[in-house]
């Protein structure tokens, strides 16, 4: 094998993990993003050999340039199974959990029968959300003096959260129980992830009161985004090929 042959194999090699790797990541703009810096010069380097030896027939690696070629080829490849290895561990701890608390369980396993009590729980704790939301939308309203801001992005949390399943799985026909679940799921979880958005309102309306309509808007703007960052999340949860579980 010469050493275009050698270098152009590794190439290959580390295009295809980058690939396996990034299919986990929900953002492909950025997937490099998310590498060391010492990984990025070693990308840089190995890219930038194979382009100098595919453009310049009189370019060539000596023999220290081609061990040390092997070295940071080899290293970088070590460093892609690694990340790829522990990628496929967590998506495959994520499909054998529970159901009943985790997410990301529930879509992966959206083909598996569900348990009726299950769905019964859930079923409980969607009826609760919907009644806080309905709540909170009706006394933010009052308090804020009618502000349609308010009624408008409850509208949209609830269309959100009532429409909740990954269009990946969408058109293949889903349970009403799994519907529901992801329902219930989404609310929640999204509510969470708002957590600080929701305390720093609280903080400053207990600071000034003046700033009271200002911190209702800003929740109620906070909410539907979490809503829609938790329900893209799913497709990405979904990317992952079979084989690989």
């Known amino acids: 094998m010469d050493i275009l042959q050698e270098v152009t194999q590794s190439q290959i090699l580390i295009d295809e993990l980058l690939h396996d790797l990034y299919s986990y990541s929900p953002g492909e703009e950025k997937k490099l993003e998310v590498l060391p810096d010492e990984i ?5 380097y190995i890219a930038d050999t194979h382009k100098k030896l595919l453009e310049n ?3 060539s690696l000596s023999e220290k340039g081609l061990n040390t070629f092997r070295e940071e080829s080899q290293s970088l490849l070590y460093y ?13 701890a994520a499909k054998n959990g529970s159901r009943l608390f985790n997410y990301k369980t529930h879509i992966l396993t959206w083909q598996e029968p569900i348990a009726w009590t299950t769905a019964l729980l859930h079923s409980t704790f969607l009826i609760i959300a919907i009644l806080l939301l309905a709540a909170w939308t009706l006394l933010a309203f009052i308090t804020s003096e009618g502000n349609n801001l308010i ?10 959260i009532l429409s909740p399943n990954p269009r990946t799985i969408k058109k293949s026909g889903i349970s009403r129980k799994f519907t529901l679940i992801s ?5 929640w979880r999204s509510l969470f992830q708002a957590l600080p958005v929701i305390i720093i309102c609280i903080a400053t309306t207990i600071y000034n009161k003046l700033w009271q309509d200002d911190a209702l808007i800003i929740f109620s703007i906070a909410l539907p985004i979490s809503i829609l960052y938790t329900r893209n999340k799913c497709k990405y949860w979904l990317t992952i090929p079979l084989k690989s579980i």
Do not use: M, T
């Open 151 to 160: 009624l408008l992005s409850s509208l949209v949390s609830i269309a959100f």
């Open 40 to 44: 990025h010069l070693k990308l840089n």
């Open 183 to 187: 329902s219930n799921f989404l609310f």
């Open 80 to 92: 892609l199974r690694s990340e790829y290895q522990a990628l496929q561990l967590s998506h495959s």
């Open 57 to 59: 027939g009189d370019f």
